[in-house]
């Protein structure tokens, strides 16, 4: 036995389940609920908009991040983390519980999931845990998500001073009720007016190999990083409160960057650069320190790792809402071994899922579907035959410095590409990660492509996703439904005949 497995044991046993794990029984969610002294507390840090790759423990040397190495020093990294949707509202929401976009109901931006359907907060109330965060939302209806809201922005414009008071989450950590607390700052989600821009020079900068390198691209890289270097104070600052309280060693801190930035080829698509996130968990004593895991995970699988966690069987948990085939359980399951570092693999494959319909500027209908094996990625795009368009293609001057500046005819039709995609497109991003080589059309791919697809078919039909008509369905599943919304084709239209 090792020692992370021991001091779990341990753990247990202190809660009277002695008799439970030697009998070979898991501690069902009552017997833990009368011990609530002796469960860990969960504090989950959320980034907003922030490419995975941003900071020290995975690789940029460039952003200054000590609080996010510090917590990667003391715990683990994954290197292998999976958001399904690159957008804030699904993204947070199947994190929250266990379900993917389409079956929850929360699949466009600014969603909400069905009536019905279940979160984190009734799981781990139902332990004795006391729920909360602070900050951005993005989730709903109320029912489903019964959290002890501390306030917050849900959009920081950079003004009006402090955009998150964390002292406010002081009553929590000093409490004698274990909790689950989530730090849902707006960091470094556009615009970016918070942190120094000045600690970057943006000559010396070294940018992604993918990105055009223009001084524009340079000078937004200054503004982001300095958005994540001041979100890494909020970590810090978050993790001291803790500590002053003397609970540090019976928390599990929780990091993750959530979806991709704003730059194109990011947040919105399924590419890497917009699904894949930092994942970092601190759990002294249980996870060993400085070390990394390649298992490949998603968000989905988070809150079932937590319940296995602290004792509960997420096998046996009722999300509230039914599959196509009737199953209410989570999409997801537990990787605590992978957590544990018992195991380096968990996930054969990955999905992902992305609406137009809904964000600002976005198409009349573009819906993306997507599924991941450790050596490539498939997409599909099922209405290829439209544009897409978001706010990068209409307002972003990157993109449109992008177009200018392409110093070959190859880079300018891969700028292009961002609106105008082939209905599948296949990487193999093993050798090429920034998904820049489509080998869709090439030769001996065929097997592949076949398999991925069926795949990716019996996802969508496990989910209930119908494609484009769910695609249609989507602006009925916005938190604002009075809300106009306009897709930008019908705005080239209007223009078109008030031009005539």
């Not at 507390?41 to 922030?50: A, K, R, T, W």
């Not at 590419?271 to 490949?296: E, V």
């Not at 500046?405 to 880079?411: G, H, I, L, Q, V």
Request: with cysteine; charged share 25%.
């Amino acid at each position: 036995m090792n020692f992370r497995n021991k001091n779990i044991l341990i753990a247990l046993s202190l809660l009277g389940f002695n008799a439970l794990l030697f009998n070979g029984c898991k501690p069902t969610s009552k017997s833990i609920a009368k011990t609530k002294e002796s469960l860990p507390n969960i504090l989950l840090f959320l980034g907003d908009d922030m490419t995975w790759r941003d900071c020290a423990p995975y690789g940029n040397k460039d952003v200054i991040t000590p609080n996010i190495q510090k917590l990667a020093d003391e715990g683990v990294c994954f290197d292998n983390m999976f958001t399904s949707t690159a957008m804030c509202a699904p993204s947070r929401q199947q994190l929250m519980t266990g379900l993917y976009p389409a079956r929850s109901g929360a699949f466009p931006n600014h969603s909400v999931v069905y009536d019905g359907v279940k979160s984190f907060a009734h799981h781990f109330k139902d332990l004795g845990y006391r729920v909360a965060l602070i900050g951005k939302q993005h989730y709903g209806p109320d029912d489903s998500f019964p959290i002890e809201y501390l306030g917050g922005r849900q959009h920081d414009n950079g003004k009006n001073g402090s955009d998150i008071h964390l002292e406010k989450i002081e009553p929590i950590v000093t409490g004698d009720q274990p909790f689950f607390l989530i730090i849902a700052q707006n960091q470094p989600h556009i615009p970016w007016n918070r942190g120094d821009k000045s600690q970057y020079n943006a000559e010396t900068l070294k940018l992604p190999e993918y990105v055009l390198d223009t001084p524009k691209t340079r000078d937004e890289f200054t503004k982001y990083y300095a958005e994540i270097t001041y979100m890494d104070s909020l970590l810090g600052k978050t993790l001291s409160y803790i500590k002053e309280a003397g609970k540090e060693e019976k928390t599990i801190s929780l990091f993750t960057s959530e979806q991709g930035y704003t730059f194109p080829f990011a947040k919105w698509t399924c590419y890497d650069m917009g699904l894949k996130t930092g994942f970092i968990a601190k759990w002294p004593g249980t996870i060993k320190a400085g070390t990394r895991n390649s298992a490949t995970a998603q968000y989905v699988d988070i809150i079932p790792t937590l319940l296995e966690a602290v004792g509960a069987d997420p096998k046996n948990i009722d999300t509230g809402i039914a599959d196509a085939n009737g199953y209410k359980g989570f999409d997801g399951f537990s990787f605590l071994s992978a957590l544990l570092g018992e195991t380096q693999t968990h996930r054969k494959y990955t999905f992902g899922i992305q609406t137009t319909r809904g964000i600002y500027e976005g198409s009349e209908a573009y819906p993306v579907r997507s599924v991941r094996s450790n050596k490539y990625l498939y997409i599909r795009n099922l209405n290829a035959e439209a544009n897409f368009y978001n706010t990068v293609t209409v307002r972003s001057k990157i993109y449109k410095a992008w177009l200018t500046n392409a110093e070959s005819t190859d880079k300018e039709q891969w700028v292009k590409r961002y609106q105008k995609r082939p209905f599948e497109e296949l990487y193999d991003i093993e050798n090429d990660p920034f998904a820049l080589n489509d080998i869709a059309d090439s030769v001996g791919v065929k097997k592949i492509k076949d398999v991925l697809s069926k795949e990716l078919d019996n996802w969508m039909a496990q989910q209930g996703d119908k494609g484009i008509a769910t695609e249609m369905e989507a602006l009925s599943r916005r938190q604002h439904k009075a809300q106009e919304w306009i897709s930008h084709d019908k705005k080239i239209k209007k223009k078109s005949i008030n031009n005539k």
